[in-house]
């Protein structure tokens, strides 16, 4: 049944990559426990903006757990502690009223803080151009079923394809790494047979781009699976692994 | 050469190095581990396993160079990991919790393995740094361990050994990349079994060398 109850925000402000930032009280009054955390937002965004105030900046598009722009720490879990859903799938029934709620921004060197809790995450678009891709020659398209697919293996890279670059990850790992994004990046390819052509060169050039954004190493402490949105699982980790050990010591890329 | 550093200086490159040495330290714990066992057969047993095994001459010397080959890799590389990881998050959480995937194993590492330096420095300086020529491996061992602050030290020291090898055994095959449907499961269990037996069999030993020895 739809409730009231009434919150304690504690929000991270900063006003910019220059500035620094600190926790800010709010309090969040009359929230309907029907809100997503998304809307709730936006409510105490409305009382700000009226009272003259600079409203809370937090990145958000579709709002329906597929496009990947929202995201944020609460009560320091990537997208809230529930599990397998991003921020705008969070919804208010999960609190009670009373409660304190701690929002900050993801935290990385890779991913600076633009303002509040909008962070940059390009980092993760330089990943992906440095070999994210299929190359294919233009003309009419192939036939369908030309390249004969195992159902499984396709399943498996659907699987890492699910991936929609939040960045909880990067986030929630103790080590800032980006190896699950990483990884399901290059699984999603690697696991088909247009994207085992190029397998090799792709898994070495990300990799290394990985490492010169300022991401952490990956020590297997397992965060990443456990507040990944899209429940992506660390065997794409090991894929990657594998992948690169195949690449680096047999295949002729440098 | 620059593929070399292309490959060992990335970071699954040393993570690699870590895995590696690692499991070769595993396999140096299970035959220090078997031999150290002879101790439970009475002083005899265990200083003729010594004779033994410095019998083999050459092939020991090659071995203590092998093993500090491998330490030197761990160490560095798993000190350098642990500084880059600190500096990947330069801003830290105010407040971050845990989503269950970290173990009290996995989130000591760093620290677990620099405690076995440690012990690892005091033990070459108690039992292999000392005068063998007028006396046994077993009076030396009964010395040492008739402190009992030291076989404090050294259980303790057993149990930092059992948390690092949880984490560590089945961390490197995950590295390998052979994290697989069939094997894991099994992996997993055996990480756990080598590090009770890890604990048990060499934590015991102080006790049993006081009885035996």
Partial sequence: ?254 | MDWVKGTFGTSIGKKQLMAVTGLGFIGFLTGHLLGNLTIYLGPESFNSYAEHLHALGPLVNMAEVGLLLFATVHISTGLLLFYQNYKARPVKYVGKKWAGGRTIFSATMPYTGVLILVFLIIHLKTFHFVDHDNQTISQIASNVFSSVGYVVFYTLSMVVVAFHVKHGFWSAFQTFGANHVKYMPAIFVLSAICAVVAGIGFGFLPVVSRLVL
């Fill in chain 1, 1 to 254: 049944m739809t409730k009231k109850i009434n919150l304690t925000l504690k929000v991270w402000r900063q006003k910019g990559a220059a500035h620094k930032g600190a926790l800010e009280t709010y309090s969040a009054q009359q929230i309907s426990t029907d809100m997503s955390f998304l809307e709730m937002l936006d409510l105490v965004n409305e009382d700000l903006t009226l009272s003259g105030k600079e409203p809370i900046a937090f990145d958000h598009d579709c709002r329906e757990g597929i496009c990947g722009m929202c995201g944020a720490m609460v009560n320091g879990r990537a997208h809230g502690p529930e599990k397998g859903t991003t921020l705008c799938q969070l919804h208010m029934r999960h609190f009670s009223d009373g409660d304190t709620i701690m929002i900050e921004p993801w935290r990385a060197m890779a991913f600076k803080v633009v303002k509040d809790l909008v962070v940059d995450r390009s980092a993760f678009d330089k990943i992906i151009a440095a070999g994210g891709y299929v190359s294919v020659n233009t003309g009419g398209a192939p036939d369908a079923n030309n390249i004969p697919v195992y159902a499984e293996d396709a399943e498996l890279a659907m699987d890492a394809a699910q991936c929609i670059g939040c960045g909880a990850c990067v986030a929630s790992c103790p080590n800032a790494s980006a190896m699950l994004f990483t990884s399901a990046k290059v699984s999603q390819l690697a696991l088909l047979p247009q994207g085992k052509v190029e397998a090799d060169k792709r898994v070495l050039s990300m990799l290394r781009c990985m490492d010169e954004l300022g991401f952490g190493n990956c020590s297997n402490e397992r965060e990443c699976e456990a507040e990944c949105p899209k429940e992506i699982n660390i065997t794409n980790i090991a894929r990657m692994n594998r992948g690169f050990l195949k690449a680096a010591l047999f295949s002729r890329h440098k």
